[in-house]
């Protein structure tokens, strides 16, 4: 209590903190121990660096893009609150606030999460617009250096201001879900992401290895129909596939730990897709076999913690499944030397950590 009471005391930087997503029931749910604070992108661990936040009322606005630019920038001028800066996951929703930086009619400093490489779009006008909307960003965090590299590219990258983030798990809630499953006998394989899923690849594997598999996942994303999709494949008895949908992080956590390996079988992207679970399986100590995406900052191969299979590449993704169920001994192997990444290298208090050092260099 008296070292909370002197943090609050000694706390001089108040960040604006904002996401694209339902903030207000993430918080809550970090609170019962039902949600992933890392979701959350070191937010709940600034405060033990003396930083504040403060934040605005979610509201759903789906793909009506402007209505939720003027909301967002709304809330921001008019928050009653006195904030030093923005602290962002994702530039989306922040278009107005970040463009008036630029312009130099907004003077508090932003500090955002790039989700994907800054590119040189083949339009003129689309690139001068893209250079002056960048000169309103002053920091970027980004989830990897190819990330980083790629973006260096463009005449819009700004050198120096370009960070990469050990964006990791949350892991004091994964491990009351581990506490929760004692002396579990992990079994089956696993599938939870949604977002750019491969599903046509995964399905053909599974059906081939004839191994458990449990897949997890939205009906619709990104675009992608999979309750259509999974209508129009071949799907042996041995896949189980569930539907689900809202937030189900405890839930769901629950089954991937008792699972024998976890699979993230993804598209070809240009940003990180999968890198959601992949931290969760490095916090749960739990194998994986994972789309080789290059924009992925962690080398699941060479941690020793998973094994990486190329793109739609079907019969790599049956020798990995079948390699993962004769060798128990190297797989359990795999999952403790992810635990320990988790603990030492990517986690949401080193992200919090370092997150925190260029809010302050801001305010120095």
């Given at each position: ?73 709304f809330q921001v001028l008019f928050c009653p609150k ?12 922040l278009e107005i606030i970040i463009l008036l930086r ?146 189900k992080q405890d839930e769901l956590s629950v089954l ?109």
């Amino acid at each position: 209590m008296e070292q909370e009471k002197r943090n609050k005391e000694e706390r001089q930087i108040t960040a604006y903190f904002y996401h694209t997503e339902n903030i207000q029931y993430m918080y809550e749910g970090w609170s019962k121990g039902s949600f992933p604070g890392h979701l959350l992108y070191g937010a709940t661990h600034l405060s033990d660096h003396g930083i504040g936040i403060v934040q605005h009322k979610f509201r759903e606005f789906g793909e009506r893009r402007l209505p939720m630019m003027l909301y967002v920038a709304f809330q921001v001028l008019f928050c009653p609150k006195c904030f030093d800066l923005i602290y962002a996951t994702h530039y989306k929703g922040l278009e107005i606030i970040i463009l008036l930086r630029a312009l130099h009619l907004y003077r508090k400093p932003i500090v955002i999460w790039h989700h994907q490489p800054i590119i040189t779009p083949k339009k003129k006008w689309r690139e001068w617009l893209g250079r002056l909307f960048y000169r309103g960003i002053d920091e970027m965090f980004f989830f990897s250096q190819k990330l980083v590299d790629d973006s260096m590219k463009s005449r819009k990258a700004k050198p120096g201001h370009m960070h990469v983030g050990h964006w990791g798990p949350d892991n004091a809630f994964y491990d009351k879900v581990i506490s929760q499953c004692c002396d579990v006998a992990h079994k089956g394989f696993i599938s939870t992401g949604r977002e750019r899923r491969d599903m046509r690849t995964l399905v053909a594997a599974f059906n081939a290895a004839d191994e458990p598999l449990d897949i997890y996942l939205n009906k619709r994303n990104c675009g992608i129909d999979y309750e259509q999709m999974f209508r129009e494949m071949e799907v042996k008895d041995n896949i189980k596939v569930h539907f689900t949908s809202g937030y189900k992080q405890d839930e769901l956590s629950v089954l991937v730990y008792r699972s024998l390996c976890v699979c993230i079988c993804c598209l070809e992207t240009k940003y990180t897709v999968g890198l959601t679970t992949i931290v969760e399986a490095l916090a749960l100590g739990i194998p994986m076999i994972c789309s080789r995406n290059p924009q992925v900052p962690i080398d699941i191969e060479r941690e020793g913690c998973g094994i990486f299979v190329d793109y739609y590449d079907t019969k790599g993704w049956e020798k990995a499944i079948r390699y993962i169920t004769d060798h128990p001994v190297e797989a359990a192997e795999m999952g403790r030397k992810a635990k320990n990444l988790a603990l030492t290298k990517f986690n949401d208090e080193i992200c919090a950590a370092e997150v925190a050092e260029i809010i302050k260099g801001l305010k120095d």
